[in-house]
Structure formats: C-alpha cells, structure tokens
C-alpha cells in the first residue's frame, strides 16, 4: 500500500471494495429509477447506465403552486450543493427550519399531486426505505411501506407561490440511484475502549460527492468529534472528549491542519492525546484524496505549535489493526480441507494449504481429518493457529498449522459450525447448547482455554441464532437468525457486557431493527474487512442465491462504475464464501458430480474473473 491516500471515488472501487450491487426490497432496495419527481424537461445524466440527474432551478413569476412544489424538490435533489436556490421556494418557518443535509431515500420514483385544499395541499406518496441525518449517518427504515409526505404552499399569482409548510424532518428526496450517484459514504473511526493502542471501529456516515475536500473534512472531522452514535457507547471513543472543531485546511503539501478551539488538554509540550486524535482523523480522512497527514492546533497557539500529529498512514492502519481492501498482489495463504473424491475416500478431511504462486500443500498429520478449518487471520507467523472441526461437527480444536502432534479440544458439543475469528484471537462459533443453537466465544490468547458462552438479546419472537460472523475488533458480531416470521434476518450486535465466563451483546441500533429481513435462503455471510458484510443468499426461495454487500448501517454497497449486481457469481450451490485481504472472492460449492469445489476470483472492470478452481470445502485465509 502507498502512503498516499486514494480519492474518495477511487477509495470505494480499491479501498472498500464495493463490488457487489445489492437488490434489497423493503430493506434497501437498489431501485432502476433515480428521482423522486417526474419531470416533464431534459434531464441531464452523470454518469451511471439509466440514472437521470435534473438540473437546479429558480422560482419564477409563472410557477403554480405544483410548479413551486415540484421545483423545491427537484432543485434540492440536484447535484447543486448549495442550498440556497431550493430555499428560495420557501417560506415562513419552512424557509427557516429546513435542513439540507437530512435525506429520505425513496425506492421508487413519484409524482407531486394535489391533495385537500385546491392549490394549497400537495403530497408525493413513496415508499422511503432510508433516512440520512444532518451528520450523514444512514438507518434503514424497517418494513417499509407507501405513505403520503405533506407540502402546504401559500401566496398568489400576483405576490408568488411559496412552500410554508414541509412534511416533519424533511430534507432531500432522492431515490437510491440518485443518492449513490450524489452521496460517498466514507467511515469515521473511533478508539475501541477495551483496546483504545490497538483498534479503531469504523463507523459509516455518507457525504455529498460534489463537495470540496475541505469541506468533506471539516464534515468527518465533526462527525469524529462530536462522539460515536448512542449505540456504539460502550465500545467505542474519541482520544481526546468535549474538544471543538474551529476548521480543517488543507495544505498544498497534503497535511490536513485541524484547528480545535481552546482547551487544556494538549499542549505543543504535552500532545499524547492529541497525536491520538490526529491518528483517528488520519484514518477517517482516508477518503479524501488531497490528505496524506494530519496536524491538530489550539486557535490559541497558532498554526506554529502543533500540539498533534500523525504523518503516515500505513503506520496508523498497522498500529490499529485496521483492513482495508486495496487491489494488489494476494499475500494470503489459503486454507482448506480436502473434499472426498469418493463415498468412501479416505483422504478426506485433510488440511491443504495454498500459498501465493505454489501449488497445494498437505498440512499437519495426515491421519486426522475434519470437516470444517478456520485460521486465526492475524498479522502472518511462520505457523498461524487453526480452528478444526471434526468431520461429525462434534467436538472443536485449536492447533498450529505445522503442528505434528494432536490438537488442542476446545469443546465437545452436537452441531458446531460458523466458525469466525476476530483480529485479537478470539474465536466465536456456535453450538447445540441444551437443545438449542448457542453463541459461543474462545479467547485462544487466554490459559486455560474457556467457551464463554455469548447472550443475545434478540427482536422479541427471533431466533436462535444460526450463524456468526465476527468484525476485526472483536465487539460488533453479525448473527443470522430465524425472525417471528420465520424468515432468515440478520443484526449487527454490539458488546454490552463481558466477562472471564460471560459476554452479552445487543443490537448495533439499540432497537428491534435488523440490517437485512425476510430472506428465504441465507447459507453464509462474512465481513469484508471492517467496514461492510457480504452476504450469500436469495430473498424468494425461487431465487438462486447471490452475493450482497451491505454497510453496517443497511445501506448498500454500490459497485462502481457500472453498477451491476454480481448475479453470475457465484455458482447455484455454493454454500460459504470468504475474502483476502487485496478484496479477492472465494466460493466453495457443489460441482458436477457433485463433487466439492472451490473458486477463487479477482474483481474486473467486467465484475469477476475467475483466478482458478480446484477440488475442496471450508475455504479460509490467514497467516
């Protein structure tokens, strides 16, 4: 990786890997239409197959009341970021409280129609699946469904027609394609507080694309300081509480200078803090394509006295634990188990390794055998640990991969499976615990080896839990679930408590809210990287299932620049799926014959292209 940072465009194709378009109803729909209002004029387009983008307008002497209406919403959903042209439609205490930088995500396009009083009472009716607030942060909206939005306009032809009454809340109106066409989402990270030297937790908000750079860090930089969302509280921080942005600069040798108002804190002696800071702003401005450093300043100090700093972004990325996928070379080595070639080969179950450029290699003692394989994917060692189940799924062991003696038992119990590590040797899977599927966590840092089995509170009428996935920093954990209508969801769960014998967990929103409901089919999900969740299943059970991309918030992850959903990939059957760390795909499935494969792939300007298959199951990578 190079040290300077790519630009926030180029950031979503190589950083954060958004190669997969997802098609959500009623989650996060990826709608084909792009505007919320029919427009009778020429639409402009800007880029994106079918996406059309209006132009913004002024209110003239002319315009009907439905003229006034619909020019508000065309002019504030344009491309335009300046505010002030839509605000000229309004009025009174809409002109006043009107807040631009709020969003309602429709799923489809609409027109403005009269309703109650002629020529007074208009109404778009759409079904809203998302709403960003005024910090850019993104929530899913929950069983969505078509409702009626309110505009109250006043005047009359001689003085003009003015909007003085907005829906509650409202701000823009963009349907999905719009919205990824005008918004780049960019991750905010703040200090994990159990490993505040060693972690960061990436939170997603999203920003206008039309922005200045300078802008865009001054958004991130207050989103950072004003604290993570409520639901985050107990697992994550900033370095430095109840500091104020007064401005972020950037200079032509790319050093962002963030200049906080007053304080105590750190001096230009005293900075330990304040490094800390400029290291959480570093990562956060990894978007921003004109910042390759960071210096923090008190406004009373002057731009002379730095009292923060944090020059390198590799370093910072390294010292945090945090992934981020850049296209290169794979350096990962692959892990596997051998499939049986036969009903009664008795070969299989071996452990294979392949390394970047060589060929298979058989690994540990060949007279054991298993039925899933799980690497612990910290920083690579000579001989990384691996989590083994036999071949009944019955009893789990923990082993060095060149080991030549017998595993390590970690736990016997009936149907474990989804086996997940995090980045801080914490290994989670889930087992029948008294009849029912049970969430289980393994600290392999800790003497003696503990199960701590892991509570989950759950929406009222779910479960249980069916599968695991763990994020890098070990507090935010993907479950899959049965929901009360006895279709798969899955949450975001997030550390509430913890203990040598105990971990409890609830969901990331604090609410009854999944990121993704009512799917028929759900074998497999995994985390690519820290910063979004790839999913592999199908909605309606006639579907063939597909891989989606999802950020932690419910928004979908957008494939640029040609927005297709990767459908061809990967094959009908597959049944677990997994990521390097350079953002490469690989797919395990049944083959003809059904013989057990699996496939590795490398993104493409065309969407996949399949690097090679070879005969095997339980995929992982590490080392």
Known sequence: MTTRPLSGRALLIAVFAPLLAVILAGCAGLPTDSSVITDTGQPTSNGGENVRLWPAKRPSAKDGPKDIVEGFLQTAASDEPDPEPAKQYLTGVAHDTWDSKKVLVFSTETGVAQVGAPGSEFAINGVAVGQVDDQGRYTAIPNPAPQPYYFHVSGDTKSGYRIDQLPQGFGIALTQEAFRQYYTPYSVYYLDKQASTSSMIPVPVYKRTALADQDTANQLA?????????????????????????????????????????????????????????????????????????????????????????????????????????????????????????????????????????????????????????????????????????????????????????????RSASGINSLSWDAFGHLWFIATENGSPTLFRVDTTASPLQAQEVAIELPLGAGPVQMVAAAPDGHRVAVVYKSAANAYAVSIGVELTSSSTSYVINLADGSSQPILDGWANLPDLEWNSGQTLAILGAQQSAEAPSVSELYTDGSPVFTLPDLNAVSTIPPISTSSIAWTTTGRLVAAYRGAGDQQQIATYSPSNDGWETDSVFSGISPSYGG
């Open 222 to 410: 207050e989103v950072l300081l004003s604290g993570p969302p409520q639901q985050y509280d107990a697992v994550a921080e900033v370095a430095t509480a109840q500091l104020k942005l007064a401005g972020v600069t950037i200079s032509q040798a790319e050093v962002a200078q963030v200049t906080l108002k007053p304080q105590t804190l750190c001096t230009a002696a005293v900075h330990g803090p304040c490094d800390q800071l400029a290291e959480e702003l570093l990562t956060t401005f990894l978007g921003v394509g004109s910042i390759s450093s960071v210096q923090v300043f008190d406004q009373t100090l002057g731009p002379q006295k730095p009292i923060g700093r944090a020059s390198s972004v590799d370093s910072v990325l390294s010292k945090y634990h945090v992934t981020i996928n850049v296209h290169g070379a794979n350096t990962a080595d692959l892990y596997y188990l051998d499939s049986p070639q036969s009903k009664n080969d008795q070969n299989a179950g071996r452990i294979f390794r392949r390394s970047p450029g060589k060929g298979p290699a058989v690994v540990g003692p060949t007279d054991r055998k298993y039925g899933q394989i799980a690497v612990d994917p910290r920083p690579k060692v000579a001989s990384p640990t691996l989590a083994l189940v036999d071949a009944a799924d019955q009893n789990l062991y923990l082993a060095a991969a060149n080991a030549t003696t017998a595993p390590a038992p970690v």
